[in-house]
């Protein structure tokens, strides 16, 4: 059984940087891709950037070129690191891991971790 807990997150004033961290325990030999997702309140929960087991690395419009994704999925390890946050960031970040079992893809959340921006 895989599962995740995410941390670092806090309160930041706008302008600033945190990193997020997100642990796995438990075997990864079938988890093929992990995510930092965020759900601002009273939104959706949007995928903000992806990493692969290979390490290919994606990211949603909004974030790209100011937040980077890595880790290893292997050493079950991933960050992402936030610079130039704005108030828009503010919102609970959750990491997912996809898993490949007997064919099916099998999704695992972490509890999230509140960032918050605001000066």
């Known amino acids: 059984q895989v599962q995740l807990m995410e941390s670092g997150g806090g309160l930041v004033q706008p302008g600033g940087s945190l990193t997020l961290s997100c642990v796995v325990s438990?075997?990864?030999?079938?988890?093929?891709?992990m995510a930092w997702y965020r759900q601002a309140p009273g939104g959706q929960r949007e995928r903000v950037a992806s990493i692969s087991r290979s390490g290919i690395t994606n990211y949603e419009d909004s974030v790209n070129g100011r937040f980077t994704i890595s880790g290893d999925i292997a050493k079950k390890t991933i960050f992402l690191q936030m610079n130039s946050l704005k108030p828009e960031d503010t919102a609970v970040y959750f990491c997912?891991?996809?898993?490949?079992?007997?064919?099916?893809?099998?999704?695992?959340w972490g509890q999230g971790t509140q960032v918050t921006v605001s000066s």
């Open positions: 997912l891991a996809n898993e490949a079992v007997h064919g099916e893809d099998v999704e695992y």
């Open positions: 438990g075997s990864t030999f079938g988890v093929y891709s």
